[in-house]
């Protein structure tokens, strides 16, 4: 398909995402009483996938995010534009639960 550097699981994209909002929290915390502070309810990401069928995870398709500095153009591979709507439920920061 294509050079497995370049690509990122979906799973694991997801999973980054997940930790960041987590350490905005976190730092959140950290903020003096008068700076603002966002609540964060919901996220929308729209990516450009690529669906390989991987025969050595019993058959299942594998979802994959081409890292930002691959060049897609000059791959031999079909594109998807996926677009998820995730909510986001409470984060928990320091025992207690933010949102």
Same mark, same amino acid.
């Not at 991987?54 to 897609?72: L, R």
């Given at each position: 398909m294509s050079d497995e550097t370049d690509l990122v699981p979906l799973t694991t994209a997801i999973a980054g995402l997940r930790r960041q909002l987590k350490n905005a929290a976190e730092q959140a915390e950290e903020l003096a009483p008068d700076e603002p502070r966002f609540r964060i309810t919901s996220v929308e990401l %729209?990516?450009?996938? /690529?669906?390989? =069928?991987?025969?050595?995870?019993?058959?299942? $398709?594998?979802?994959?995010?081409?890292? @930002?500095?691959? =060049?897609? @153009?000059?791959? =031999?591979?079909?594109?998807?534009?996926?677009?998820?709507?995730?909510? $986001?439920?409470?984060? %928990? /920061?320091?025992?207690?639960?933010?949102?």
């Open positions: %729209e990516l450009t996938v /690529v669906a390989e =069928d991987s025969t050595s995870a019993g058959g299942e $398709v594998g979802w994959w995010i081409f890292k @930002a500095k691959a =060049d897609v @153009a000059a791959k =031999d591979v079909v594109t998807h534009k996926v677009k998820l709507a995730l909510n $986001v439920g409470d984060i %928990e /920061v320091g025992g207690r639960k933010t949102g």
